[in-house]
């Protein structure tokens, strides 16, 4: 048969048949017109070269197992030397897996020193020249406004649900025992980071952008709001403790953040949420809890870097 018929019967390309045959891998005899001939053997020798390349062994280090086919052996590594041959190949593999996981290493470390740089701004804008510019603590302008859709009526008179939540101070935090007094409790969606991007198009999403300037709201206004009748302040999300902890270390916030990864709070208080980034996440609000009760809710939450002073005058007002 001609070498198409071949590469289209062992699913490679013409070219790989050509490169796998200047190798000494395969041998078709010649035809006295000087063209090649292949036969079935052939065709069986280049699958397996073909699926042994696919696997990450180079075409030239394949010979023990063509040579242990052509010997007769019912499968290209029934012989000792195609075992060795596996044996150099996952050796060589592991090797270059070690030498990519710590150019990886290396390269995470330079973006984490690099976007740390400036100070930890968490969030991206776009400067007039369409070039990336980190913000800290701003939020760009016209942000769409999320609507009250009454999503959150149902909650004042509601009492906490016995859920214990792991805190960024290492405690477990049980919400249907948050102590006398109001406490107050603030959900947001995600915190972003310098090092990692935000879901697409979150500043399209009415009432995602904006928890880190949210987060530098209540950081600012703690002692005021417990000045004002706060016995305690938490923030929530459903991101895990380890990512939490380093929000809250590097903006120096005063108050605990409690991680819901599986948004059980959402499902017991029947809580609005939203998806993005292939993620379910909370709907910004916050609650005031007083004596285990919910006794005013927040929602929606705009805009998110005035939130705490508006919490902190409902407090002096009541």
Not at 39 to 64: F, K, M, N, S
Not at 200 to 227: S, V
Not at 283 to 298: A, S
Request: negative net charge.
């Amino acid at each position: 048969m001609r070498i198409g018929e071949v590469a289209r019967r062992a699913g490679v390309s013409v070219k790989a048949v050509r490169y796998y045959e200047s190798l000494g891998l395969v041998a078709p005899r010649r035809l006295p017109n000087g063209y090649r001939d292949y036969g079935d053997h052939d065709v069986r020798l280049v699958r397996e070269v073909g699926a042994l390349v696919r696997l990450g062994i180079p075409a030239e280090r394949t010979r023990p197992f063509v040579e242990c086919l052509s010997a007769g052996r019912d499968h290209a590594d029934d012989c000792p030397a195609s075992l060795a041959g596996y044996r150099a190949a996952i050796d060589d593999l592991t090797r270059r897996i070690e030498e990519l996981t710590a150019r990886r290493a290396t390269l995470a470390a330079h973006l984490r020193t690099a976007a740390y740089r400036g100070g930890g701004g968490t969030e991206t804008d776009e400067d007039e020249d369409g070039m990336a510019e980190t913000t800290y603590t701003t939020l760009p302008a016209g942000l769409p406004v999320p609507e009250d859709d009454g999503a959150a009526d149902h909650l004042p008179g509601r009492a906490m649900p016995a859920l214990t939540l792991t805190a960024t101070s290492g405690e477990e935090v049980a919400l249907d025992a948050l102590g006398p007094g109001r406490t107050v409790l603030y959900l947001y969606p995600l915190s972003g980071r310098p090092d990692t991007d935000l879901p697409e198009g979150w500043n399209a999403i009415p009432g995602a952008r904006g928890c880190t300037p949210e987060a530098c709201g209540f950081r600012d206004h703690h002692q005021e709001l417990t000045a004002a009748g706060a016995t305690a302040v938490y923030g929530l999300s459903s991101q895990d403790t380890a990512y939490q902890r380093e929000f809250a270390g590097r903006l120096r916030l005063p108050f605990a953040v409690l991680s819901d990864p599986g948004l059980e709070l959402a499902a017991a208080l029947d809580l609005p949420t939203f998806e993005a980034g292939g993620a379910r996440l909370f709907r910004r609000m916050t609650l005031i809890v007083r004596d285990g009760v919910i006794e005013h809710v927040f929602h929606p939450v705009f805009p998110p870097d005035e939130h705490a002073g508006q919490v902190l005058g409902w407090l002096r007002e009541h």
